[in-house]
């Protein structure tokens, strides 16, 4: 490696656009390995979940409020869903503590890139790269802290929104529809398979994602439900062409209220 | 190996500065205005893709003259500074102050023990945000590391002082947008025997009414617009 030509050394530096090979270089204590006995790792705060679907004019993001450890409630208003950069968002599932530095790095990655090559990444660059985010958490995956992101953005080549799954390795899989992640996923996924339609408006996928969400927190302890009393609601948001927009509050609270008196009046889901 | 001849420090040093400022001189210009709602740069740049301008974090812009390589270097270690400490402390611990001395000390550094100094200028700004006390901020820093803090304009390349002397007459508080641009591209035309246009023209803007990231680009319609209607 050292008796390379100095120019070829200048040639990888300061082409390099990656945040994360700077940050490895100049903190590597950030990048240490930690071991965690098991009997720890039960009393990790976990993300719970999170779904993306695909709309008419882009894709949707959503996930509940509800951080677990154990058979403890350990935060009601954690944030899961993550603005990535302008046309693009992460949601977060697994050990919260490193899911949350995860989406907080990848954030960096992405504009450190967008200001030192002046140009952002393609939607594919993007995926890769959280990929590689992936992998790197791998020993801590290992023990039990895996962190399982869902990502999704709008391709301005393209022009369609896109979503992306991932597995504990890091490997990348390109979804069509919808995606859902976290430990109530599989009830989410169930009912987003049955509600899922072709072309929706954006209206109709809020009702859907909502939905979605309040049968994962029907089925699943860890997931928590629209929370009347506290005033608590799911993070919705939404990626098109315009970019990464909310979806207010005020809005979620009412189809939150929809979903739940049809559900009360039909005696359905009870 | 023969014994160098011998050479008075301050000889060494006045001829590295010469050849810095020679440089420096044959560069092109950049100016920077302070306006009613941010802080405007404006270079002198017919390329489109080769940047004199940057962004580097929230509320703090870059902008360099003199050899493109050298202040290019400059450019992403700025970029690399802001976000390391933005990342490893927050957003708002990232300060103008904190880069332009880096600079100073790097661009010092150079001067002092290189044999060849770097043959730029260049300049940190950073936007108030909006808070109550909090001020633009200006920073000019040398080739050889001097570091001066300006107030409501700034220039710096080849023709800086007489752009300097054409801003302190005509220049006013609280200008529009329309209006900074206007002055901006007057004081560079002071200085060509052509008249500027939007495509000779590199332009950024912290504009202190966006939220987070608030640099952006003018160009195309937009730049010329502004460059045609200011009142």
């Known amino acids: 490696m050292n008796d390379q030509p100095r120019w070829l050394s200048v040639f990888n530096d300061l082409s390099n656009a990656s945040f994360v090979d700077v940050l490895r270089r100049e903190q590597p204590h950030l990048f240490a390995e930690i071991r965690l006995r098991p009997e720890d790792v ?26 677990t450890a154990g058979y403890q409630v350990a935060s009601r208003r954690i944030e899961k869903i993550f603005k990535a950069d ?62 399982v992101p869902i990502f999704a953005g709008f391709d301005a080549k393209a022009g369609v929104g896109r979503l992306f799954k991932y597995d504990v390795t890091g490997g990348k899989y390109e979804e069509a529809n919808f995606e859902a992640q976290g430990s109530g996923s599989k009830d989410a996924r169930d009912s987003l398979k049955k509600l899922w339609k072709k072309d929706m408006t954006r209206d109709e996928a809020l009702r859907v994602v909502i939905e979605a969400l309040v049968d994962a927190s029907d089925e699943d302890v860890g997931t928590g439900g629209p929370d009347f009393v506290r005033n608590i609601f799911p993070t919705v948001r939404t990626i098109d062409r315009d970019g990464f927009g909310d979806v207010p509050e005020a809005e979620v609270r009412r189809v939150c209220e929809v979903v739940i008196a049809e559900r009360t009046k039909t005696g359905n889901g009870a | 190996m023969p014994l160098p001849y011998y050479v008075s420090p301050e000889q060494m040093m006045k001829d590295k500065a010469e050849y810095a400022r020679k440089g420096i001189a044959r560069g092109r210009s950049i100016v920077t205005l302070e306006y009613g709602e941010g802080i405007l740069l404006l270079a002198e740049n017919p390329s489109s893709l080769l940047h004199k301008i940057s962004e580097v974090y929230d509320r703090i812009a870059f902008a360099g003259v003199g050899k493109y390589n050298e202040f290019e270097n400059l450019r992403i270690a700025g970029i690399r500074h802001a976000d390391v400490k933005g990342y490893s402390y927050s957003r708002g611990d990232v300060t103008a102050r904190a880069l332009a001395n880096a600079y100073s000390q790097a661009l010092g550094n150079i001067f002092t023990q290189d044999i060849k100094p770097f043959e730029v200028e260049v300049l940190v700004a950073e936007v108030a945000d909006g808070n109550h006390g909090s001020k633009n901020e200006i920073y000019h820093i040398l080739y050889d590391g001097t570091i001066e803090d300006e107030k409501n304009y700034a220039a710096m390349g080849g023709q800086a002082d007489e752009i300097r002397r054409h801003l302190k007459e005509h220049y006013k508080e609280g200008l529009s947008l329309g209006d900074a641009v206007k002055l901006a591209v007057q004081a560079l035309n002071v200085t060509q025997n052509k008249t500027l246009t939007a495509r000779d023209l590199e332009v950024g803007v912290l504009d202190r009414t966006k939220t987070r990231r608030r640099f952006r680009r003018l160009a195309g319609d937009v730049l010329t617009q502004l460059m045609g209607t200011a009142s």
């Open chain 1, 86 to 147: 302008d046309y693009s968002g992460v949601g977060i599932a697994g050990a919260a503590g490193p899911a949350v530095e995860m989406a907080k790095l990848f954030q960096t990655e992405l504009e450190h890139y967008e200001k030192v090559e002046g140009d952002s990444l393609s939607l594919e660059g993007k995926a890769n790269k959280l990929g590689q985010m992936i992998r790197m958490n791998l020993p801590l995956a290992m023990q039990g802290l895996a962190v």
């Open chain 1, 42 to 67: 039960a009393q990790v705060p976990h993300g719970t979940t999170v779904l993306s679907v695909s709309y008419r004019e882009g894709v949707i993001m959503a996930g509940d409020r509800q951080a």
